[in-house]
């Protein structure tokens, strides 16, 4: 683990991010921070490399990456064509939480896009991510740096956790700011559609592009996503999560229920809550409900923070699903397997 400190002027000449660079250069996979949660990064053109993330995340082949770029001309290498509302999402939010899927080129490897017709592209915005991939003049294929499944992660610590020993380096820039991942929309045929809720928020995308959608697998379970990662059990804790929709009485009940039933009860509840399921084994506090941009911030750490405890069940609060409320939910009910209890 290597510290920098990411408010200082030219990182790309910084010397702990030339030698990142350079193992990067090398094939080899590094940990780095992002504005989101932090990437595994590799060399996007190198099937090696490619190779080395998969295997470190115990990731399934058939989930592809994002790849990460610091410039446009990066782009233009490896696209086939920019439609005008991604141009659009490009000038109002890179660099910035938001990828966009578009067709490719066929310069990338292959196993960065699992073989399909499209890439999914983004650039950070973090100056350590943008100085590692200015100084490598590469562009990075990063997913999250954790072990698949698990929730990802929004410090080095986390990193450390996950990865110790199956990876070379972790650049700790400090903990992230958005805390959950990148908005994913599909800009390949014309229409926008979103593929995966995040950073970005529905709203401010149509404020730039007027009919946006969603991918209707995002809310039902039957369906097959056109993200091929959003099929997979995500974000989860080690103990079963359950959703709680309902007032403070009925989140009390199911407490009550599960201590009477000898189990040790995690509550995940805001600030407006805290205290109030005195019989629950743990607490955690993740953030404030008038500004849920804090319960996303935190919303990761929250769900590992049950694992060291290791109680046996988790009753979590629900929010609103409008702006970042949407990724906040699409995460919660991924973690929770779908499992949420209705007043
Ligand atoms: O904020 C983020 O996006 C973070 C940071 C590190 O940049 N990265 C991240 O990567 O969340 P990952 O691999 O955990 O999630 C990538 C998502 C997956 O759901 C994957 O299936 C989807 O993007 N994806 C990648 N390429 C795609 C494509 N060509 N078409 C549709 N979905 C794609
Ligand atoms: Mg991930």
């Given amino acids: 683990v290597i510290s920098v400190e990411k408010d200082v002027e030219n990182l790309s000449k910084n010397d702990e991010i030339e030698h990142a660079a350079k193992r990067i250069i090398a094939g080899e996979v590094v940990a780095f921070p992002t504005e989101t949660v932090y990437g595994l990064g590799g060399n996007a053109l190198s099937d090696k490399a490619i190779e080395r993330i998969y295997e470190a995340k115990g990731r399934p082949s058939d989930n592809p990456l994002i790849v990460h770029i610091a410039n446009m001309e990066q782009l233009s290498k490896y696209v086939e064509k920019i439609p005008s509302p991604a141009q659009k999402l490009m000038e109002a939010f890179w660099p910035g939480p938001l990828t966009i899927v578009l067709e490719h080129s066929g310069n990338l490897s292959p196993r960065v896009t699992a073989n399909l017709s499209t890439v999914a592209v983004r650039m950070p915005d973090h100056p350590i991510a943008l100085a590692l991939i200015k100084a490598s003049d590469i562009p990075l294929a990063a997913p999250s740096a954790n072990t698949s499944g698990k929730p990802s992660p929004t410090t080095a610590d986390h990193v450390y956790h996950d990865l110790n020993g199956r990876i070379p380096l972790i650049i700790d820039g400090g903990p992230t700011g958005v805390g959950v991942e990148s908005t994913v929309v599909d800009c390949s045929t ?119 405890n290791n109680v046996d069940i988790i009753y979590s609060e629900v929010f609103p699903e409008t702006a970042i409320g949407s990724a906040i939910m699409n995460r919660l009910r991924k973690a929770a397997g779908g499992q949420v209890i209705k007043e």
């Fill in 190 to 308: 014309g229409e926008v559609i979103i593929l995966r809720p995040g950073g970005v928020t529905k709203e401010q995308l149509e404020e730039v592009v007027g009919q946006v959608s969603e991918d209707p697998a995002l809310y039902e379970k039957d369906l097959t996503p056109k993200s091929p990662g959003m099929k997979y059990t995500h974000y989860a804790p080690s103990a079963p999560l359950v959703l709680v929709d309902g007032g403070v009485d009925f989140f009390h009940r199911q407490v009550e229920e599960g201590v009477a039933a000898g189990k040790k009860v995690g509550v995940m509840v805001t600030e407006d809550n805290r205290g109030l399921f005195l019989e629950a084994h743990q607490e955690v506090v993740c953030g404030k409900r008038t500004d849920l941009s804090t319960v996303a911030q935190r919303l990761y750490e929250s769900l590992r923070a049950f694992d060291k």
